[in-house]
């Protein structure tokens, strides 16, 4: 049964690749000991989605690069999810059995780094009741948000106006978890993860 869960999660997210790539790292029951795959080449902007038995399997970085994140989980549900922003070595373990694995981050190839605004563009607050804003720098144009929950629909989509603060409303949305992407013409700038309650 538990089998079935993952690869339902695991089809599930895969529905993400809409905003960047997301990587599926599995591990446990038919994966035994190891992180499969154990190494994973991705580029800033991508997602990692870690699909077992965490707390049989808890999982830890023990080392991020300089200005990233730490991640650990410890929990009950099968997925756990990491958005790379900052390029670099990502190395982590599970903190009971100590079976190893690896992410390399890089740019984006040709050198401009659309996730570069992020520090530009403000979403907020990250755990929201009813209402969420966005913040859209006048140095950003024709962006779009869209607001997908955890299946990958589509809950909500507007355009934001170049320097002003955009306002949500989420209270028509159930409570979980919803994923917030900022688009350009070209490509997604920003994702953020956000908790309605």
């Not at 089998?3 to 809409?18: D, H, M, Q, Y």
Request: hydrophobic content about 40%.
């Amino acid at each position: 049964m538990k089998s079935k869960i993952t690869l339902l999660f695991s089809f599930v997210l895969l529905s993400f690749g809409a905003f960047a790539t997301n990587h599926i790292i599995n591990f446990g029951q038919s994966f035994g000991m190891n992180y499969v795959p154990n190494l994973v080449n991705v580029v800033v902007g991508d997602t990692i989605t870690w699909t077992g038995d965490f707390s049989f399997h808890p999982l830890e970085s023990t080392s991020v690069p300089s200005g990233a994140d730490t991640f650990q989980y410890h929990g009950v549900s099968p997925v756990h999810f990491y958005v790379i922003m900052v390029a670099g070595t990502y190395n982590f373990h599970c903190a009971q059995h100590v079976f190893t694995g690896q992410i390399v981050a890089t740019d984006f190839p040709n050198g401009i780094n659309p996730m570069q605004p992020v520090s530009e563009i403000s979403i907020y607050p990250t755990s929201v009741h009813n209402f969420l804003k966005i913040n859209l720098p006048p140095s950003c144009k024709s962006h779009v948000a869209e607001v997908k929950n955890i299946l990958g629909q589509t809950a909500l989509k507007t355009e934001l106006s170049s320097g002003s603060i955009t306002t949500l409303d989420l209270s028509n949305l159930y409570n979980g978890i919803y994923f917030i992407a900022i688009l350009n013409e070209m490509d997604v700038v920003k994702v953020v993860r956000v908790v309605k309650e």
